[in-house]
């Protein structure tokens, strides 16, 4: 064993130290950001944004995929015009600036992307591969934040009202389809047979489909997947799991 002069163990030590400091105090101030926000038994934390309460992670690879911004007022934008965005690793870190531009923005945009290939669970609770291609958004702040939802939401009940007894639109699994439009064709879906919480939903000529609801006056939700990977077949269910997603993130306005 080579056996170091006395100056130069000290120096390994002293660095030694160093480092040892250093990953305590890293490891104490990210705890200590994540204090800022409520915590739940779980470990999620709990963003309060204008009276609405999200429960996201604090830790694993979603922190910069989850995402915040808005799109109104000028005075809450960026140096040189650009809208604002955060991602959640920097509302962890950030939280005075967070809640400066929650509370100062008239709608807020939060982006939920499920990205596969990564090892971890999605949010820390859900598989990956099971919800693939799931992009799910949530705004906040009336009325913009429902202006979308509610138009769709007007337009399926007239396509509903528009069915009748025994209508050859509706199919043995209980979904009624209606084409719209020639070029591109799009389809609209509304489950007559077993409603749940989501009943209605579109798709168009590339197999996106996209589902739109209003939860409160002041919220609007969307999600989007694909339907090349989550087909008519799978639809009951996979919609069922993103449920189940949106009970676990929206901790007062989905039962």
């Excluded at 509370?103 to 598989?127: A, E, P, Q």
């Excluded at 050859?168 to 979904?175: P, Y």
Aim: hydrophobic share 40%.
């Amino acid at each position: 064993m080579v056996k170091l002069p006395t100056c130069c163990r000290e120096i390994v030590v002293r660095r030694g130290v160093m480092l040892f400091v250093f990953l305590v105090s890293a490891l104490a101030t990210q705890c200590a950001l994540a204090d800022d926000w409520p915590n739940l038994p779980d470990g999620r934390i709990v963003l309060d944004i204008k009276g609405v309460q999200l429960a996201l992670p604090k830790k694993g690879s979603d922190l910069r995929t989850i995402r915040f911004s808005s799109d109104d007022g000028r005075d809450v934008a960026r140096p040189g015009g650009q809208r604002w965005e955060l991602t959640l690793e920097r509302v962890l870190e950030s939280p005075d600036e967070a809640r400066d531009l929650f509370s100062r923005s008239g709608t807020i945009h939060v982006s939920i992307w499920n990205v596969t290939g990564r090892n971890d669970l999605w949010l820390n609770k859900f598989d990956r591969w099971q919800l693939r291609t799931l992009q799910i958004g949530i705004s906040i702040g009336a009325p913009a934040a429902v202006a979308n939802c509610k138009a769709w939401d007007s337009d399926f009940r007239q396509l509903s009202a528009s069915l009748t007894a025994n209508d050859s639109r509706i199919a043995d699994d209980g979904w009624a389809e209606f084409v719209r439009g020639r070029s591109p064709v799009s389809r609209t879906f509304v489950q007559v047979e077993s409603p749940a919480f989501i009943s209605d939903l579109t798709c168009n000529a590339l197999g996106s489909c996209y589902v739109p609801k209003c939860l409160s006056p002041d919220v609007g939700l969307s999600y989007e997947f694909s339907e090349r990977v989550h087909n008519r077949t799978s639809w009951t269910t996979f919609n069922a799991k993103v449920t189940d997603v949106l009970r676990f993130v929206l901790l007062d306005l989905i039962k």
